[in-house]
Structures are given as C-alpha cells and as structure tokens.
C-alpha cells in the first residue's frame, strides 16, 4: 500500500484536554484528522483510519459523569458520525483502523506520560470500526499484571513482533521501544533490530511501529538506523507514533513512505 497524495490541511479537529505538569495545569488542545489517498485499499474496504498518541481526556462538557474518558474512548464514534460521513463512507462499509500505541492518560491529567490501561481504547475502536491492527506503545499496558497479553476482540489484531494477514494486507507491527529489557514495552537494541529485520524480510504491505525511523527533515524526530534498515530492505510504507511531526509525512527515493500519526488522525482513502 502505497500513500498517492497526503493532505496537510485537516478536514476536522476535536477539542480535548492534553494533560498539564501539575495539578491543575491541563488545557484545551485540538487533534487533526486529515486524509490522504492511497493507491489501493482491500476490496470492500472503504477507509483505513490510522491514529497513535492520544494522550489526552474528553472536556467536561463532552462528559457523561464519572472521570473523562480518554480522548481514544470517545474519538472513534466521532470520526464514525462526523468524518467519515463526509468523505462518503457510510456506516454499512467496511473501516479498518491502525493504531500506533499510546493511548494513555492519568484521570487528574496532572501528569504527561502517564502509563495505564489502554484496553478500553481499544475496544472503543472495536466497536466502532471492521476490523483493527495495532501495537503498544510504552506508556500502554492492557489490565493487571501490566505484563499481561491484551484480551482484544477476535477482530483486534495486537501485533507484538508479528504480523497478521487482514482483509487481504499483510500488517507486521513492533511496539515498544528501545530500552532496558526488564521493562515493559521495551527490547534491548539488539532484540529490536533483529524483530525489524524479520518482520521487513517477509514484505509486509504495512508496517507499524511506536517508535520508527526518522523522517526526511530534522524535525522529524526518530531513529537513523531503523530508517537506513528499511530503505535498505525496500520497505513501503511505515506508520509510526511515539515522536511528533508537525510535518507527518516522509518519503524517500528507495520508496520508503513514514506517516506519523501521532497525535493525529489520518483516514486513508483511495
Ligand atoms: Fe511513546
């Protein structure tokens, strides 16, 4: 799969509230959605929304009672009545959704990079879209022992140094980062180098990382040696989170595409 055109103006944005450093101290914060066109989707698939880092909380007027959600608990119902509407999709086909990791924020919102449950999120997205392929980012865990295998619906792909043929596209997806082993969503550098060249040696169609190459620019943040693997191996396209870009988009001449979507939203479309 291929990325033919990346819009940089946003179709849509939602209000959230991004956490402060201190009681007190959160904000009101706005997440693009944009769109770009891809050369060709799955037969029967319409839309593929592909999202990482939502890190934040809904307002309190958005709330329903108890403690605000998490922006990646109410964001996929929106994107279903509001966004997808006006690309044309409508609610009878088939959306996928990939997710790059980082879906957490504390209830206070007095603290960034807060680490906690993310399974919510993912069933929010579950229920919103066909099917779904993602990776954890570092701050996610999935319930108690934080150690602990998501328990996803069937139609939930977690993807931990694997891949999973979906709708007809081969998703391979490394989450985590690099880091002290003994940590969750960490591998030593070695482990994580040698996990990427597997997966890239099958030639999946997507890629899915949390932390991923670096991009084309110096503001966009990221690891040299990943992006000198992938161009080496000839991998397409890449989608990753973790760092944010205000420029989302890379492409080399060896065909490597990176789309960053953290803190963002891209529906993909043909
Ligand atoms: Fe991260």
Same mark, same amino acid.
């Given at each position: 799969m291929?990325i033919i055109e990346f819009q940089?103006?946003a179709i849509a944005e939602f209000?959230?509230?991004?956490?402060?450093?201190?009681?007190?101290?959160?904000?009101?914060?706005?997440?693009p959605v944009h769109r770009a066109r891809v050369d060709r989707l799955p037969d029967g698939v319409a839309a593929i929304v592909a999202t990482?880092?939502?890190?934040?909380?809904?307002?309190?007027?958005?709330?329903?009672?108890?403690?605000?959600?998490?922006?990646?608990?109410?964001l996929p119902q929106r994107l279903v009545s509001e966004v997808l509407p006006s690309l044309g999709i409508r609610g009878s086909q088939q959306v996928g959704v990939f997710l790059?990791?980082?879906?957490?924020?504390?209830?206070?919102?007095?603290?960034?990079?807060?680490?906690?449950?993310?399974?919510?999120?993912?069933?929010a997205f579950a229920e919103s879209f066909t099917w779904g392929? %993602?990776? *954890?980012?570092?701050?996610?865990? $999935?319930?108690?022992? =934080?150690?602990?295998?998501?328990? +996803?619906?069937?139609w939930?792909?977690?993807?931990?140094?694997?891949?999973?043929?979906v709708a007809g596209l081969?998703?391979?997806?490394?989450?985590?980062?690099?880091?002290?082993?003994?940590?969750?969503?960490?591998?030593?550098?070695?482990?994580?180098?040698?996990?990427?060249?597997?997966?890239?040696?099958?030639?999946?169609?997507?890629?899915?990382?949390?932390?991923?190459?670096?991009?084309?620019?110096?503001?966009?943040?990221?690891?040299?040696?990943?992006?000198?693997?992938?161009?080496?191996?000839?991998?397409?396209?890449?989608?990753? %989170?973790? *760092?944010?870009?205000?420029?989302? $988009?890379?492409?080399? =001449?060896?065909?490597?595409?990176? +789309?960053?979507v953290?803190?963002r939203v891209v529906v993909l479309t043909t």
């Amino acid at each position: 799969m291929k990325i033919i055109e990346f819009q940089t103006s946003a179709i849509a944005e939602f209000p959230f509230l991004n956490a402060g450093r201190g009681p007190g101290q959160f904000y009101e914060d706005r997440i693009p959605v944009h769109r770009a066109r891809v050369d060709r989707l799955p037969d029967g698939v319409a839309a593929i929304v592909a999202t990482a880092d939502l890190q934040g909380r809904e307002r309190f007027q958005e709330s329903v009672g108890g403690s605000l959600r998490l922006l990646g608990e109410v964001l996929p119902q929106r994107l279903v009545s509001e966004v997808l509407p006006s690309l044309g999709i409508r609610g009878s086909q088939q959306v996928g959704v990939f997710l790059a990791g980082d879906f957490y924020t504390v209830p206070a919102l007095d603290q960034r990079g807060g680490t906690g449950d993310v399974t919510s999120v993912w069933q929010a997205f579950a229920e919103s879209f066909t099917w779904g392929a %993602g990776v *954890a980012g570092n701050h996610d865990t $999935f319930g108690d022992p =934080p150690q602990r295998r998501p328990r +996803l619906p069937s139609w939930m792909h977690y993807l931990d140094g694997d891949s999973v043929n979906v709708a007809g596209l081969r998703v391979a997806g490394l989450g985590g980062i690099i880091g002290r082993a003994n940590r969750i969503n960490r591998r030593s550098e070695e482990d994580y180098l040698a996990t990427l060249k597997r997966l890239i040696e099958a030639r999946p169609d997507v890629l899915l990382m949390h932390d991923g190459p670096d991009g084309s620019q110096t503001a966009q943040r990221g690891l040299p040696r990943i992006r000198e693997l992938l161009i080496e191996s000839g991998m397409g396209l890449v989608i990753r %989170g973790h *760092a944010h870009w205000d420029q989302p $988009f890379a492409e080399f =001449p060896s065909g490597l595409q990176v +789309l960053n979507v953290d803190g963002r939203v891209v529906v993909l479309t043909t």
